[in-house]
Nanobody, 115 residues
Framework: QVQLMESGGGLVQPGGSLKLSCAAS????????MNWYRQTPGQERDFVAS???????QYEDSVKGRFTIFRDGAKRTVYLQMNSLKPEDTAVYYC?????????WGQGTQVTVSS
């Protein structure tokens, strides 16, 4: 069973930065893509960023230029560097690993942007 463990969330002031980590229980290159999503209460989980096995990266429009997704294969970890954080970035952030036939979720980490 694939396990994903997010960490790095917390409380930060507007304009601040956080780096989220997603540690996988197996080689991250076994997956077609590694992704970050976020969810606020009563809403669907929304796509934030992805990196595929070939290194192609995509971002949701509102985070372009502020968030960076990157990976360390040796550590089986994908990161989300979040800069210039805004109150509207407040959410639970989830890691998702995709294969051709299914996907796996982590348990999520809370990010709160508030003064």
């Amino acid at each position: 069973q694939v396990q994903l463990m997010e960490s790095g969330g917390g409380l930060v002031q507007p304009g601040g930065s956080l780096k989220l980590s997603c540690a996988a229980s197996e080689n991250i290159f076994n997956f077609n893509s590694m992704n970050w999503y976020r969810q606020t209460p009563g809403q669907e989980r929304d796509f934030v960023a992805s990196i595929n096995v070939g290194g192609k990266i995509q971002y949701e429009d509102s985070v372009k230029g502020r968030f960076t997704i990157f990976r360390d294969g040796a550590k089986r970890t994908v990161y989300l560097q979040m800069n210039s954080l805004k109150p509207e970035d407040t959410a639970v952030y989830y890691c998702r690993a995709n294969t051709l036939s299914r996907h796996y979720w982590g348990q999520g980490t809370q990010v709160t942007v508030s003064s």
